[in-house]
């Protein structure tokens, strides 16, 4: 019998000439009923917090330990204090630096082999360094747990330290903060801690190509031996193994390690000066980043959930107001954010948007106005029910996966709070009244007392800030101070 299959070529061409010949017979049309009411949305997802187990090793080092299943992996993270508050003034940028260079090598892998080592087990360890603590962290397959633990710990304990490694990790560093400078948004970020801190302050002082220059293996030597030590230092770990298994592989690995890491004295208070008005120029640029800022509460504030509510509707989203202001309604923006970011010494608050040019003056008066419109008026019920539902809602992935559940833990320990924390926020989120988030609002958003730092073409920038210091400005009598990139007047 004769084959009368065709080929799939000649089946296309069939389909392409006679369209109908594969069509799904139901039409859609654009009117259809079930289109008329967007789909609802289905339960939220249970809030499960994990199980941890504290205990503490021989040599005193603190472990939380989440046995995790659902995955044949393992992390683990070290946290020590630290970070850029043990930079001595002049100096600045110089202990993550030093942070960075341990995780490079070890005393018996350069960088190339150690590097090969970690790939052939499918791990990751990286050494990291923020402003009040750092560490050395890991993950990998258990099954390469041990051989990756033993490169972990060389790190920890025998980091290679290489001047090779130092000039180049200097040089990276250098090239950064030189494309960092280039660009009014990173400005923008290198500038803000100097403004909420103050200069002299261990949290505002800024990294430099001066601060970097000198540093030497010895004294990062020094450092590390000095600081990353096992008291006082934590240990998270998340993933598919038990106390039993974690202290067997740790126990020899860290019997030798001893010590206490320093007592830190409190950071001094934030040194914010109010009302300033600082321009940066950066000839030529086609945008301008506009930040409105000032101090803000601790994290711990009874209030906090209408606090959180009331930022998010200001200033946290795509549809907060004043997103909606500067890109929606004016369209000066691509995006603009406001937000608190919260230390354990308290927080700012700080609105940052780049706009064009010639809206830059513009958009700072609308970023304040939309802060008094906050003070003044009742959020409506649908602006409290989004932010509210999508904070709730967003709350089981919080602790969904390995590495959630590791930063939670991290964040968690570090702002001093419980770790059903999120189980008590859920309800209190819930119960948050619209006159509870404007008296959020009255308490915490002070356009009054707001500093305002503009990165930009000064001879298109400085006309537009000048109307902001007229006696109907939100900035009236304020004179203007000009800033290098190195926060220095000019």
């Given at each position: 019998?004769?084959?009368?299959?065709?080929?799939?070529?000649?089946?296309?061409?069939?389909?392409?000439l006679?369209?109908?010949?594969?069509?799904?017979?139901?039409?859609?049309?654009?009117?259809?009923?079930?289109?008329?009411?967007?789909?609802?949305?289905?339960?939220?997802?249970?809030?499960?917090?994990?199980?941890?187990?504290?205990?503490?090793?021989?040599?005193?080092?603190?472990?939380?330990?989440?046995t995790?299943?659902?995955?044949?992996?393992?992390?683990?993270?070290?946290?020590?204090?630290?970070?850029?508050?043990?930079?001595?003034?002049g100096?600045?940028?110089?202990?993550?630096?030093?942070?960075?260079?341990?995780?490079?090598?070890?005393?018996?892998?350069?960088?190339?082999?150690?590097?090969?080592?970690?790939?052939?087990?499918?791990?990751?360890?990286?050494?990291?360094?923020?402003?009040?603590?750092?560490?050395?962290?890991?993950?990998?397959?258990?099954?390469?747990?041990?051989?990756?633990?033993?490169?972990?710990?060389?790190?920890?304990?025998?980091?290679?330290?290489?001047?090779?490694?130092?000039?180049?990790?200097?040089?990276?560093?250098?090239?950064?903060?030189?494309?960092?400078?280039?660009?009014?948004?990173?400005?923008?970020?290198?500038?803000?801690?100097?403004?909420?801190?103050?200069?002299?302050?261990?949290?505002?002082?800024?990294?430099?190509?001066?601060?970097?220059?000198?540093?030497?293996?010895?004294?990062?030597?020094?450092?590390?031996?000095g600081?990353?030590?096992?008291?006082?230092?934590?240990?998270?770990?998340v993933g598919?193994?038990?106390?039993?298994?974690?202290?067997?592989?740790?126990?020899?690995?860290?019997?030798?390690?001893?010590?206490?890491?320093?007592?830190?004295?409190?950071?001094?208070?934030?040194q914010?000066?109010?009302?300033?008005?600082?321009?940066?120029?950066?000839?030529?640029?086609?945008?301008?980043?506009?930040?409105?800022?000032?101090?803000?509460?601790q994290?711990?504030?009874?209030?906090?959930?209408?606090?959180?509510?009331?930022?998010?509707?200001?200033?946290?989203g795509?549809?907060?107001?004043?997103?909606?202001?500067?890109?929606?309604?004016?369209?000066?923006?691509?995006?603009?954010?406001?937000?608190?970011?919260?230390?354990?010494?308290?927080?700012?608050?700080?609105?940052?948007?780049?706009?064009?040019?010639?809206?830059?003056?513009?958009?700072?008066?609308?970023?304040?106005?939309?802060?008094?419109?906050?003070?003044?008026?009742?959020?409506?019920?649908?602006?409290?029910?989004?932010?509210?539902?999508?904070f709730?809602?967003?709350?089981?992935?919080?602790?969904?996966?390995?590495?959630?559940?590791?930063?939670?833990?991290?964040?968690?320990?570090?702002?001093?709070?419980?770790?059903?924390?999120?189980?008590?926020?859920?309800?209190?989120?819930?119960?948050?009244?619209?006159?509870?988030?404007?008296?959020?609002?009255?308490?915490?958003i002070?356009?009054?007392?707001?500093?305002?730092?503009?990165?930009?073409?000064?001879?298109?920038?400085?006309?537009?800030?000048?109307?902001?210091?007229?006696?109907?400005?939100?900035?009236?009598?304020?004179?203007?101070?000009?800033?290098?990139?190195?926060?220095?007047?000019q």
């Amino acid at each position: 019998m004769r084959n009368l299959t065709l080929p799939l070529s000649l089946i296309a061409v069939a389909a392409l000439l006679s369209p109908t010949l594969f069509a799904d017979p139901r039409p859609e049309f654009p009117d259809a009923p079930y289109r008329a009411q967007q789909p609802p949305a289905g339960p939220p997802a249970q809030l499960r917090l994990p199980r941890v187990e504290t205990f503490t090793l021989g040599n005193g080092l603190e472990v939380q330990l989440v046995t995790r299943t659902t995955l044949p992996t393992v992390q683990l993270d070290l946290e020590v204090p630290g970070g850029s508050q043990l930079d001595a003034p002049g100096q600045e940028g110089q202990t993550n630096l030093c942070v960075a260079l341990a995780g490079e090598s070890t005393e018996k892998l350069e960088r190339a082999a150690y590097r090969e080592a970690l790939a052939d087990l499918a791990a990751n360890v990286a050494t990291w360094g923020n402003r009040e603590q750092m560490g050395v962290s890991l993950s990998v397959l258990k099954r390469n747990l041990p051989q990756a633990l033993a490169l972990w710990g060389d790190v920890l304990l025998h980091p290679g330290v290489r001047t090779g490694d130092l000039e180049r990790l200097t040089a990276q560093r250098k090239a950064a903060l030189s494309q960092q400078k280039s660009n009014v948004g990173g400005l923008a970020s290198r500038l803000q801690p100097l403004v909420t801190w103050g200069a002299q302050h261990p949290l505002g002082r800024l990294t430099t190509d001066a601060s970097l220059t000198g540093l030497t293996t010895d004294a990062c030597r020094t450092l590390w031996q000095g600081h990353v030590l096992p008291k006082g230092a934590r240990l998270y770990v998340v993933g598919d193994l038990t106390r039993a298994e974690l202290t067997a592989e740790l126990s020899p690995l860290l019997s030798q390690w001893q010590g206490r890491t320093p007592a830190f004295p409190p950071l001094p208070p934030p040194q914010f000066t109010p009302r300033q008005l600082l321009l940066v120029d950066v000839p030529g640029s086609a945008q301008a980043s506009v930040n409105v800022l000032h101090l803000g509460p601790q994290r711990k504030d009874p209030a906090y959930p209408a606090i959180s509510l009331m930022a998010a509707i200001l200033g946290g989203g795509f549809s907060s107001r004043i997103n909606m202001n500067l890109r929606e309604q004016h369209g000066w923006a691509y995006g603009a954010l406001g937000n608190f970011d919260f230390l354990r010494s308290g927080s700012s608050w700080l609105v940052t948007a780049s706009v064009r040019t010639d809206a830059a003056g513009p958009a700072v008066q609308e970023i304040f106005k939309e802060m008094q419109r906050m003070r003044d008026e009742l959020p409506t019920s649908d602006e409290l029910n989004r932010e509210r539902d999508g904070f709730v809602g967003g709350l089981p992935a919080r602790w969904a996966t390995s590495s959630a559940i590791l930063n939670g833990l991290q964040s968690l320990r570090y702002l001093g709070l419980p770790l059903d924390d999120d189980v008590k926020m859920a309800t209190r989120w819930q119960a948050t009244t619209l006159e509870q988030v404007r008296a959020a609002a009255k308490g915490h958003i002070m356009p009054g007392e707001a500093s305002v730092l503009v990165v930009g073409d000064a001879t298109k920038v400085l006309p537009q800030l000048q109307e902001l210091t007229k006696p109907d400005g939100p900035l009236a009598g304020v004179a203007i101070t000009r800033l290098n990139a190195d926060g220095q007047p000019q």
